[in-house]
C-alpha cells in the first residue's frame, strides 16, 4: 500500500472523465515545501506565515528574515505557484506575551470576532507593508500568490489594494525586482461567501477556508470540546455556502480552492468535485489519499447528484448513497 501510495506521487490528478485538478499543499514554514514537493503536491495553496510570528520572545521577524523565509519556500516549489497568507494572527493562533506587549493590541473580549488577520494587518500598517514587501520581493524568484485571510468588507479590499501599491512603489524606488503577483481572498466568513460576486470583481482569485467558514456560519468554536459534535461541515447552510462560492467564482472566470480540513479529507473529495471544485490545498501528508479519490471519481456524474442532495434534509446520506453508486460505478 505505501509503495503503490508512493508511485502515485508522479500520477497527474485527473478524473475519470478527463478533469484534471490541482492538489495543493498547506506549510507552516520554508521547510515544509520539500515534503509538499515529495508527496506530488503541485504547489502551495497555502502559507500559513502567522508560523515566523509565533513564538518569537518578543520581536517580530523583520522584512529581510521573511523575505528570506518566502524566498526559500518559492525556489523549493522550483516554479510551481506558491501561496503566501499574509499573518492570520488571533484567536487560536495568538502572539506570545511579549511580542504582544511591543503592540497597541493586548486585549480582546473575543478572539475568534476581534481583532485577528487582516483586521490585526491593517491596524498595524507599517508591519503590514513590511510582510508585503517580503512578499513581493520574494515573486522575483518564482510564481507568488498573495492570499488574504478573513476578508468580510470591500473596504479591506480597497485598503489592501491602496496599500500594495504602495509598496510596489517602494520596492521600485529602492531597487527591488518582483514580478505580478495574483492577489486572493480567504472566504472564510459567511459575508465574504454571500457577497461574492462583489469582491470577485476586486481580486483574482479566491481560496474557501472551510475550518472558519463552518464555526461562523454555525457559530461554533472550532476549538471548542464542549459543541464539537455540533461543528458539520455536512450541515445545509454550509453545503450551500460552498457550492455557491464555487459555482460564483467559476462563472465568473476566477480561480477558487479550498484550503481548510474538508479539502485533505478523501470523505470529501466527491462532494467538492461534485460542486466543480479543481484545486485543493491540503497538508502534504493527504495528497495520495485524495489523489486516489480523484481518480477514481467521474466528475460529470457527481455533478449529476449536486442537485439532489443540495435540497436534500440528510445531504450525508445522500451523498453516501449516490456519490458512493458513482463511485463504484452503478
Ligand atoms: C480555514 O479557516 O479553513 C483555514 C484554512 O485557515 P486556518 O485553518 O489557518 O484558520
Ligand atoms: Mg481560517
Request: charged fraction near 25%; proline fraction near 5%.
Amino acid at each position: 500500500e505505501r509503495a503503490r501510495l508512493a508511485r502515485l506521487r508522479h500520477t497527474p490528478a485527473v478524473t475519470l472523465d478527463g478533469e484534471h485538478v490541482e492538489l495543493h499543499a498547506n506549510i507552516e514554514l520554508p521547510a515544509d515545501a520539500e515534503a509538499a514537493v515529495g508527496a506530488g503536491a503541485t504547489g502551495v495553496g497555502l502559507f500559513r506565515s502567522e508560523f515566523l510570528f509565533m513564538n518569537r520572545e518578543g520581536e517580530l521577524p523583520s522584512e529581510e528574515e521573511q523575505f528570506l523565509a518566502y524566498k526559500a519556500a518559492v525556489e523549493s516549489m522550483r516554479g510551481m505557484p506558491v501561496t503566501i497568507r499574509t499573518v492570520d494572527i488571533g484567536a487560536d493562533k495568538p502572539l506570545d506575551r511579549l511580542t504582544v506587549n511591543e503592540l497597541r493590541h493586548e486585549h480582546t473580549l473575543n478572539p475568534a470576532m476581534g481583532l485577528r488577520a487582516i483586521r490585526w494587518s491593517l491596524a498595524e500598517p507599517s508591519m503590514f507593508r513590511q510582510q508585503l514587501r517580503a512578499i513581493y520581493r520574494a515573486s522575483a524568484f518564482g510564481k507568488v500568490r498573495l492570499l488574504i485571510p478573513m476578508v468580510a468588507h470591500l473596504a479591506e479590499v480597497r485598503q489592501i489594494i491602496e496599500t500594495i501599491k504602495r509598496v510596489q512603489q517602494q520596492l521600485t524606488d529602492a531597487g527591488h525586482a518582483y514580478t505580478r503577483v495574483e492577489l486572493g481572498v480567504m472566504i472564510e466568513i459567511p459575508a465574504a461567501a454571500v457577497m461574492l460576486p462583489l469582491l470577485l470583481r476586486h481580486v483574482d482569485f479566491v481560496s474557501i477556508g472551510t475550518n472558519d467558514l463552518i464555526q461562523y456560519t454555525l457559530a461554533i468554536d472550532r476549538a471548542d470540546e464542549s459543541v464539537a459534535h455540533l461543528y458539520d461541515p455536512w450541515h445545509p447552510a454550509v453545503l450551500q455556502l460552498l457550492a455557491q462560492s464555487i459555482a460564483q467564482a467559476r462563472a465568473a472566470g476566477k480561480s477558487v480552492s479550498v484550503c481548510g480540513e474538508m479539502a485533505g479529507d478523501p470523505d470529501f473529495t466527491e462532494l467538492l468535485l461534485s460542486m466543480g471544485l479543481r484545486s485543493f490545498s491540503m497538508h502534504p501528508s493527504q495528497i495520495p489519499a485524495v489523489k486516489q479519490k480523484v481518480l477514481r471519481s467521474d466528475a460529470q456524474r457527481l455533478a449529476g447528484v449536486l442537485p439532489r442532495l443540495l435540497q436534500s434534509e440528510d445531504p450525508r446520506a445522500v451523498a453516501e448513497k449516490e456519490l458512493a453508486v458513482v463511485r463504484s460505478g452503478g
